[in-house]
């Protein structure tokens, strides 16, 4: 059984290597410890339950301490400020015909409703996201500030 514990630590760490998402790591800490029991002749059945709990423990006390190492944050830009904000519609925006722009702190965008719906030139927007290099908008009447935040969460 030890040269079997010694193949799954060297299993799990070449996933972990592989994967690098803290998913199989706790449990070549388990067939680590099951190894040692091994090298001590000691039960299979021990062997088995110290596996279970020792990568167990691990994973409920290490993970949240580091699952910070493996997190995809999204870093704000200074693009996401523009969210919320409101401005002018300087091209007709219709989805279907893939037109639409809108200009906001001397900078013209493009512009695509959030709903489908056709907005004329000069009607204020608020931007609702931005995908890419066009922003997703709604006439301003319709999302105040507030709605916009309450419904992004």
């Not at 799990?12 to 592989?18: C, D, K, N, R, T």
């Not at 790591?25 to 029991?37: E, K, S, Y």
Request: proline share 5%; glycine share 8%.
């Amino acid at each position: 059984m030890l040269i079997f514990w010694l193949i799954g630590v060297g299993a799990f760490l070449v996933i972990e290597a592989i994967t690098a998402a803290l998913c199989s790591i706790w449990f070549a800490v388990g067939a680590l410890v099951a190894a040692a029991v091994a090298a001590l002749d000691g039960p299979v059945w021990l062997q088995i339950v110290l596996f279970a709990a020792v990568s167990g423990v691990c994973f409920a006390v290490l993970y949240p301490k580091l699952k910070h190492l493996v997190s995809h944050h999204h870093h704000p830009t200074n693009v996401d400020m523009l969210i919320g904000q409101t401005c002018p519609v300087t091209q007709r925006i219709d989805n279907l015909a893939g037109t639409g722009a809108v200009s906001i702190a001397g900078k013209t965008w493009s512009a695509r409703s959030s709903d489908g719906q056709i907005i004329e030139p000069e009607t204020v927007v608020r931007i609702r996201s931005i995908h890419g290099v066009k922003m997703i908008v709604v006439p301003a009447k319709q999302g105040s500030p507030a709605e916009e935040a309450s419904a992004q969460i």
